[in-house]
């Protein structure tokens, strides 16, 4: 049995689903079986993991132009497949249909970032009030886990609960962050004229 995946492709699931399933027929204490089903929903599995794998990878680089991004979004895409096994009526369309929206979640995720940039952007130095300026500079320096909330919630006015499903964290990590965030920008600006 090939445990690599297809392709050259990392097949962790695979070889997670395969190693389950050795344990389980080693010893067979009653224990449930992975999927929830026999080893037949486990070999089901990977025949449509070994087959659809390298379809889905080639059908969102073409989409996204990312391969790496590709690939992750593929194999998040079979991860909730494992999760809706029973009630996957044809497991290979289920995949590529859960693919599709991931693939427009990013992009939606994207736009907003965008959105929030452009936001941030200035044409001419002379239209700024020198406090704009120093708090773009200072969200600007901020980390990736407070720029992004912060950009999100107070310039693409989002609320808290649709950036923490943009960003894929916890609400409450979410509340957090922009508290950290809000703590460091007013230390930032203190010390800023003006601000």
């Not at 929903?41 to 889905?56: H, R």
Request: proline share 5%.
């Amino acid at each position: 049995m090939n445990l690599s995946g297809p392709r050259g492709v990392s097949g962790s699931v695979v070889a997670d689903l395969t190693l389950a399933r050795a344990r389980h027929d080693a010893r067979d204490d009653g224990l449930p079986r992975v999927l929830g089903r026999s080893a037949a929903s486990v070999e089901a599995f990977q025949a449509v993991y070994v087959a659809k794998f390298p379809a889905l990878v080639r059908y969102a680089t073409r989409v996204c132009g990312d391969s790496d991004l590709a690939t992750e979004l593929a194999q998040e895409a079979f991860t909730r497949l494992v999760a809706r096994w029973r009630d996957a009526d044809d497991p290979a369309a289920y995949v590529f249909v859960v693919l599709t929206n991931l693939l427009r979640n990013h992009w939606r995720a994207l736009e907003r970032e965008r959105g929030a940039l452009r936001s941030l952007q200035v044409t001419s130095r002379e239209d700024v009030d020198p406090a704009d300026a120093a708090l773009a500079d200072a969200v600007g320096r901020l980390p990736a886990k407070w720029r992004e909330p912060v950009l999100l919630h107070y310039f693409a006015d989002m609320a808290i609960d649709e950036v923490a499903r943009a960003l894929g964290r916890p609400v409450g990590t979410v509340k957090r962050q922009l508290h950290e965030a809000r703590l460091a920008l007013h230390d930032s600006l203190r010390e800023v004229p003006g601000a």
